[in-house]
């Protein structure tokens, strides 16, 4: 089991301690879910970093990653949503 927050930058993270969720989510809230994860992130076949439903990147962020739309990823987008 993996835990989703939001980081006090609004961005979403995924991890398996939920120590760690507990302590970084945004206003304290977290959720359970089963969004596969890497390095603290949600992940498909790599990292998806996702800053709000409008803007998401796989493979880096905003200075490196390629974009892509959240709602092509169902599961992290009902996660995000989850948190907002």
């Not at 995924?14 to 890497?38: F, I, L, P, Q």
């Not at 709000?52 to 905003?62: F, P, T």
């Amino acid at each position: 089991m993996s835990y989703g927050y939001l980081d006090k930058y609004g961005i979403l993270h995924v991890v398996s301690d939920e120590g760690t969720a507990k302590t970084y989510a945004k206003n304290g809230k977290y959720v359970k879910t089963d969004v596969a994860n890497r390095g603290g992130y949600p992940c498909l076949l790599k990292e998806v970093v996702v800053y709000s439903q409008s803007e998401a990147y796989i493979e880096g962020n905003r200075g490196d990653g390629k974009k892509i739309r959240l709602s092509e990823c169902k599961d992290i987008e009902a996660l995000y949503k989850q948190l907002i």
